[in-house]
């Protein structure tokens, strides 16, 4: 017997599948971005450790770089200049992109550029990559969804957003569009500029860009049924 899509149970499901639209409060959400609590510094620091651990995560399948990696690749080949140059740069022009959204960087920004290459190579170096193809797409996959919970801890804490998913939340405010198509589109653009300039791509990058949006609408509708908000929260400010 099939289940009657009209049931509440079936209904409530198939609402949490579909994610978050916004970033929601939480129970730990700051009312500062650059005064942590307790509560809000955990969830800030278990959501970049995850996000760095998805990073590596990616890595380590070795099915292709992320889109941003890409853009970077790209622009080296371009320019002769180094990745890890390229990619300082890149994070700084998006930084730039937030000035018109009227986005404002906090201590989650700052830390964003600490914890999450620690927990990346710290990982990376403990996990050796499978050589079964089975194995390293599940890594691939592991990694998106590690990387959309992330986001949903720290998005949730409340003490801003990094580069890219503060271009993301600003996009989002300014348009009223969900989150999760915000940071598909963007990410589509990215690899498209970046396979233009030369970069080059696998099955990873592919799945990173159509899934990462969805991963992190979904990681924030986790977390926020994990802790639902206190009632009468206030809003965060700077």
Do not use: C
Request: hydrophobic fraction near 50%; charged fraction near 10%.
């Amino acid at each position: 017997m099939t289940e009657n899509p009209e049931n509440p149970g079936v209904r409530r499901v198939l609402a949490f599948l579909k994610g978050a639209r916004t970033v929601p409060r939480s129970r730990w959400t700051a009312r500062q971005v650059w005064r942590p609590t307790p509560g809000s510094m955990a969830s800030l620091l278990v959501g970049l450790w995850l996000f760095g651990m998805g990073e590596a995560f990616l890595l380590i399948g070795d099915l292709g770089a992320s889109p941003w990696t890409v853009l970077a690749q790209g622009l080296s080949l371009r320019t002769g200049w180094d990745i890890g140059w390229l990619t300082f740069l890149i994070s700084m022009t998006v930084l730039l992109l937030w000035i018109p959204l009227r986005q404002r960087p906090g201590l989650g920004t700052v830390l964003n550029i600490l914890v999450i290459p620690v927990a990346l190579q710290l990982t990376y170096d403990l996990i050796p990559t499978p050589s079964n193809l089975v194995a390293r797409f599940a890594l691939v996959l592991l990694g998106v969804a590690t990387i959309g919970l992330g986001s949903g801890f720290y998005l949730t804490a409340g003490h801003g957003p990094g580069p890219r998913d503060g271009w993301m939340t600003g996009l989002h405010h300014r348009t009223g569009r969900p989150v999760g198509q915000i940071r598909l589109g963007i990410e589509v653009v990215v690899l498209v500029l970046g396979v233009a300039l030369g970069g080059t791509f696998g099955i990873g990058t592919v799945l990173f860009a159509l899934l990462i949006g969805q991963a992190v609408a979904l990681g924030l509708q986790v977390v926020t049924h994990l802790a639902p908000p206190q009632p009468h929260a206030h809003e965060p400010t700077d």
